[in-house]
Structures are given as structure tokens and as C-alpha cells.
């Protein structure tokens, strides 16, 4: 079953082409992976499906995206959209506050208010993106005190606590070292059973890992998607094969 549903969908930057009639389906509850060289579109099609790129000036965007069947531009909220897909971008960005308000920060936006509440879902946003055992004892502490691994994985739990459907990932361990890196596959994984994820990444390596469907993208173009195994192995287009055995990228 498809999470999401994205029809001839086209977007410009003022006179730049930057997505060329894409269509792809992302199933629910698997990791998506959208790769390709810089500048191919891939993070600009990721900020189509929660609707991040209305904040950019002179965007003009035709074609479908549905999620659940619902046209996101037409028949959405955006508030409501965004509660119910997450965003974790490329560069850690905790909020100059404790761990524990940076978890609660949206949930007491919304008016929640019952301590009793807030704590519970603090605590199971923390153990669910693995970093409850680490810090526990010291919820009142800076974010910023936190390693940036660990920050990471407080954005993650951020935009748990809010109970989406969807988590879009951004190159979410390009800042991190191989351990942090690893650490946060392996809490995709656990994830993939609750989330649909959707992540941009510049490593195939990484897409190969964790990914069960991936996207290829070049130009603004999307070149070719399937399952990751076999676009890896027996890609069926010559500019994949070009991209996954490194002739360019």
C-alpha cells in the first residue's frame, strides 16, 4: 500500500526547471531513499511532500501529491500536514532549551498541558528514537550539551512526539561520524515499523543499507526507482548504472 502518491509533478524555481515531471509512489512503513549527485532535486522533492517549499519565493509547482489519498495542495492543511509528516533535516538544529522542552516544545504548542501526559510522551519519543538510556538523568540539561549524534537522534525524538505518519529525512547523518552514523540506521530500521520514511542521502552505501525502495535522480529527472537491490545490482537504465558503479556523481 502507497503512503504517498506523487503525479506528473513538476516545480520551478522563477525560470529553473528543477523537477521534471516526476511520479513515484512511496509505500508506508518502508525507508525510501532518494539519491543522486548535487542539485539533481532530490531534497526539493522531499520539501514538496510536507509542502516546505510554499516558503520559497516564486515556486511554481503543477501536478499531484497525495498522501492517503488526499491532494496535499488542494484538500490539506498545511498545520495539519506538517503534524503529520515530520521533518529531520541535514544539520542537527535542537532548540536552545532542555532536552526534555525540546521534546515537549510542539505537544505544548498544541495546548497539551497535563505534566503526567507531557512526561510519558517525552520519555517514549526518547526511547523510541534510542536516546531515552543516555539521558534520562539529565533532561533539564542543555540540547546543546548533547554530542551531535545524540542531537540528532533529540530531533528525531522531537518529531516523534508529535505522532506523524511520515518522517522525511534530509541527509541526516552527513554531519556525523561512522558510529553516530550507524547509530541512527540502526533506530531507521527500528523506525520503519511505526514511520514512513523518506530520506535524501548522498551515499549510496548508506541507501544501500538501510533503504527498501530507492530513487534515482539526475538533472531534476527521475532516472529510475524500484527496489533497492535490484536497482543496485541490475539497474535498468544506463545513467543509473553510470551513478551506482561511480563513473559521475
Not at 500500500?1 to 518502508?30: C, V, W
Not at 501536478?63 to 498545520?79: A, L, M, Q, T
Not at 548522498?202 to 538533472?219: E, G, P, V, Y
Request: hydrophobic share 40%; proline share 3%.
Amino acid at each position: 500500500m502507497n503512503k504517498l502518491t506523487i503525479n506528473n509533478l513538476n516545480l520551478f524555481y522563477g525560470e529553473t526547471h528543477a523537477l521534471k515531471d516526476i511520479s513515484l509512489n512511496i509505500p508506508n512503513r518502508q525507508v525510501t531513499a532518494l539519491i543522486g549527485p548535487s542539485g539533481c532535486g532530490k531534497s526539493t522533492l522531499l520539501r514538496t511532500l510536507n509542502r516546505m517549499n510554499d516558503l520559497v519565493e516564486n515556486v511554481k509547482i503543477s501536478g499531484d501529491v497525495h498522501f492517503d489519498g488526499n491532494d496535499i495542495y488542494r484538500d490539506s492543511d498545511v498545520k495539519t500536514l506538517r503534524k503529520r509528516v515530520g521533518m529531520v533535516f541535514q544539520k542537527a538544529n535542537p532548540f536552545p532549551m532542555s532536552i526534555y522542552e525540546n521534546v515537549a516544545f510542539g505537544l505544548k504548542a498544541q495546548g497539551k498541558k497535563n505534566k503526567k501526559e507531557l512526561d510519558d510522551i517525552v520519555e517514549e519519543s526518547l526511547r523510541s528514537a534510542a536516546l531515552w538510556d543516555e539521558v534520562q538523568d539529565r533532561l533539564g540539561d542543555d540540547a546543546f550539551g548533547l554530542s551531535g549524534g545524540q542531537q540528532q537522534r533529540l530531533c528525531i525524538a522531537r518529531a516523534i512526539a508529535m505522532q506523524p505518519e511520515v518522517i522525511l529525512m534530509d541527509e541526516p547523518t552527513s554531519a556525523l561520524d561512522p558510529i553516530a552514523t550507524h547509530k541512527i540506521e540502526e533506530l531507521m530500521d527500528e523506525l520503519r515499523k511505526k514511520f514512513t520514511i523518506v530520506i535524501v542521502t548522498h551515499s549510496m552505501n548508506q541507501a544501500k543499507r538501510i533503504a527498501d525502495k530507492t530513487a534515482f535522480f539526475l538533472m531534476g529527472e527521475l532516472v529510475e526507482h524500484g527496489d533497492t537491490k535490484q536497482l543496485f545490482n541490475q539497474p535498468a537504465d544506463k545513467r543509473t548504472q553510470g551513478y551506482v558503479s561511480g563513473e559521475f556523481g
